[in-house]
């Protein structure tokens, strides 16, 4: 952190798990639905609609919204967890990869770094062939969905800005079979490998019924779990798991604003820490774009989960402030594959929500009580710019 008169300069931010579509269903799904059972499996299906609908031209304008947004509230590098592949039907395209080209693009043109994580999907779930939207996500064989990764590293190979993943959906859309493939595969070329884990206790039982293994049991067992692992919400973990994931080196993505929303659950962020997992966060669903909210929502859930205050604690006596931002820069970034947060942003002093605010607790209440307004350069609430 550096002060000036004006503004405090930070590292800045990445949020390392985003779907950008669904910025096209905001507002969309927050009244009851027909069935009056709402929950993240009536919520998912409001958002294959959309995923139906999609053509190159709509991902990319949505995208570009979506990017807009971030990098307005202080983002540089994004995670994109891509997995609208193929035509309605999951017919490919004569470009196969044009919809993930579209979504590089729009990153592109708004002014941030993107790590294009081509997601791997081939079923409804254990024995159940694509459904519906699903097909649009699916590949017939892992080799024709690892061309499609090869084919991206090659166009992005010169592409200092753009780092190509590989992500296996979820235990519930990949067979395990296909699960240590991905990992060689991914290992041999040092490529990020994230992954959904966890995130609802429906995939836990089916996973458990399907191998008699939990999914990050699974994932160890298959040697998927490593330093170039991202484990995407890690929300349901026995107590035994987080420990796998921290022998690892892996990181864990939380997106508390999606979380929150999604009614998905806490996880336990102490035992993750604890554990050695590197934690980092991500907008995931775009329902509100506030990095901040995302980047506090890792500690101020944990409040709510345990009953306590100031739940974290920095390496070297940092500040619970300091290793959060650390949390939304830097782990992000390296989530994606990048070695640095790309740049620093600067956060107003003259912003309302630090009136009054003592110099030595600047960082505290940027993180604590600050929003993307905050930021130079995002577009002021009222009145013109400060400068
Ligand atoms: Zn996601």
Redesign the pocket.
Known sequence: MRLTERAIELPALASA???AFQRGMRGEAQRPGPSGADDFWSWRSAMYALAESLTPESIHAISKVAYRELRAAGVRTVGE?HYVHHQPGGAPYADRTVLADAVIEAAREEGLRIALLRVVYARAGAGRAPEGAQRRFSDASLDAALADVEALRARYAGREDVRVGVAPHSVRAVPPAWLGEIARYAAERGLMVHM?VA?QPAEIEACLAETGRRPVELLAERGVLGERFVA??ATHLAPHEPALLGAARAFACL?PT?ERDLGDGLPDVGALRAAGARLCV?I??HVITDPFEDMRGVELGERLRTGRRVTLRGEGGATPAEALWEIGSQRGAEACGFADPGGSISVRRDAPALAMVREERLLDAVVYSGSPSMVEGSPAPSGPPAH
Do not use: A, M
């Open positions: 798990h985003s779907h967890f959904h995130e995407v919400h997106c999606t991500g995931d669903s």
